[in-house]
């Protein structure tokens, strides 16, 4: 599998086998020499399970899915978390001139603000991705002297993103608490990337929460640059 090593779910530490495979048939899961729980109890899970507890944001879950799967998705899960951003931002435009006439829904389709609202939400989560990335590779490479391994950490940062796919539902079932909705949603996505970091460098859950605060500050003005340069790129979009 090209794997090297493995880690122990409930105390991180390294292992070389998630288990042991008995040539009569019989799977037997390692034990870690550590903390004497078996290394990653997952492997037997649903992934219906594991869904639930990541949506939990439990540790134990996130070490699963970040170290111990193959799971080669991220570039893809941000392709549509991003669609799914871009649509919400593009209905808020057209929210108040609805229509049902099939015509309108067709010129709709065409309309470039969709896809100048899909490179917003692109340029923004960049920015909020090299703001987390700058602010970790600072601390934890140049003063801890620690390892960064910021393609690790990329993967984290996109595969936690996973809960804005919640926009898509929050935008149909339109109601009176879409704000309120909208921004438990974006809670529980900083709040997932925050323990995404924090599992992936085994870091104190301060140092995650200062490196979401920075990404975060990092996104907002990266939003107000798009709307406050002469040239800007929304009014050009917004022009009616
Ligand atoms: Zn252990």
Redesign the pocket.
């Known amino acids: 599998m090209g794997k090297v090593a493995y880690r122990?779910?409930?105390?991180?530490?390294k292992?070389s086998e998630l288990h042991r495979d008995y040539s009569n048939g019989i799977l037997k899961i390692t034990i870690?020499?550590?903390?004497?729980?078996p290394?990653d109890k997952y492997i037997e899970y649903d992934p219906v399970i594991i869904l639930i507890d990541a949506l939990l944001c439990k540790t134990q879950a996130f070490r699963h899915i970040l170290f111990n799967t193959s799971l080669d998705i991220h570039w893809k899960l941000c392709v549509f978390c991003l669609l799914c951003e871009a649509y919400l931002r593009w209905s808020s435009l057209h929210g108040s001139k609805q229509s049902s006439d099939p015509a309108d829904i067709i010129r709709y389709t065409k309309e470039w603000e969709f896809y100048g609202m899909f490179g917003l939400a692109a340029l923004e989560l960049s920015a909020f991705c090299c703001g987390v990335l700058w602010f970790l590779w600072m601390v934890v490479g140049r003063l801890q002297g620690r390892t960064v391994e910021l393609r690790l950490l990329l993967r984290a940062l996109l595969l936690s993103c996973y809960g804005k796919v919640l926009f898509i539902p929050a935008v149909i079932w339109e109601n009176d608490y879409s704000p309120l909705c909208l921004g438990f949603i974006k809670l529980f996505v900083l709040t997932s990337n925050s323990q995404a970091i924090r599992v992936i460098l085994n870091s104190s859950r301060r140092l995650s929460l200062t490196a979401v605060c920075v990404g975060l500050l990092s996104e907002t003005c990266m939003a107000q640059a798009v709307t406050r340069l002469p040239w800007s790129i929304q009014d050009m979009l917004t022009f009616d």
């Not at 870690?32 to 729980?37: G, I, L, P, R, T």
């Open positions: 122990c779910v409930e105390c991180n530490e292992a870690c020499e550590s903390c004497q729980k290394v």
